[in-house]
């Protein structure tokens, strides 16, 4: 028998106690002994146990929360941050939507039926796009300058039969010294502009904006602007003037 099985064994029969690791609580320690030996023996250590009832009610109780405080609002589960097929299922069963940064994950979302799927990401590969655009239904581009935008429209023209596509865009908070191109978003002082660009794009249709609050908390000013510009940009859309 391999060596780290039998040490897996030995830490499973000791005895909880003060200096035991907090991996091995009682929850663990109430497994069958035998089927975590055997996964131990096929896949390796470390392992990791997903609590699926768990995940299952924090997930059901997050969704609820949010639609009960902001009841237009949509909760979206970013797979960056564990892009297990199996914990994505359950998230998605419990009423999120998908947020994709690569294109692994695009294709893991359309997979697993996310209904509405946004795509953010600084440097998207034609590829990406490609299949971004082939899912109009299911996936939100969040575009983040305007190279990156324009990219977006010539391949949008180049579709045939046209298909109406949805984008947003990110703002940056931090003026940006290249207006045509940074890594995480369009200046506030350029977003009329890239509006203005989506626009000649008739099957292009501009439906939010992203904004990373947490990322410039050292200029609170520029995140003022930003919330009244947005304030203002959906009083004029709600006239009809965008």
């Not at 030996?37 to 609820?64: C, K, M, N, W």
């Not at 960056?80 to 299922?89: R, V, W, Y």
């Not at 995480?184 to 009329?192: A, K, S, T, V, Y």
């Amino acid at each position: 028998m391999n060596p780290w099985v039998d040490e897996l064994r030995a830490l499973l029969d000791e005895p909880l106690n003060d200096a035991a690791p907090t991996a091995f609580d009682p929850r663990i320690l109430s497994l069958p002994m035998e089927p975590m030996l055997e996964s131990a023996r096929r896949f390796g250590t470390p392992q990791y146990f997903l609590e699926a009832d768990q995940l299952r009610s924090i997930a059901a109780h997050f969704v609820q929360t949010m639609q009960t405080s902001v009841p237009r609002s949509h909760a979206f589960y970013a797979l960056k941050s564990n892009d297990l097929p199996a914990l994505g299922q359950i998230v998605h069963q419990q009423g999120l939507q998908a947020e994709v940064a690569v294109l692994f994950e695009v294709q893991l979302a359309l997979e697993l039926g996310f209904g509405t799927i946004l795509f953010s990401s600084p440097g998207k590969t034609r590829e990406e796009l490609e299949l971004a655009l082939q899912h109009p239904n299911r996936v939100i581009l969040i575009v983040d300058n305007l190279s990156e935008l324009k990219r977006i429209i010539d391949l949008a023209r180049a579709m045939a039969p046209p298909r109406p596509l949805r984008i947003g865009f990110r703002l940056c908070a931090a003026p940006s010294e290249d207006p045509s191109w940074s890594k995480f978003g369009i200046p506030i002082e350029q977003l009329r502009y890239a509006i203005d660009q989506a626009q000649t794009c008739p099957n292009l249709t501009w439906c939010g904006l992203h904004v990373l609050s947490l990322i410039h908390i050292s200029e609170p000013t520029r995140l003022l602007s930003i919330s009244y510009a947005v304030f203002c940009l959906k009083k004029k859309q709600k006239h009809n003037k965008l």
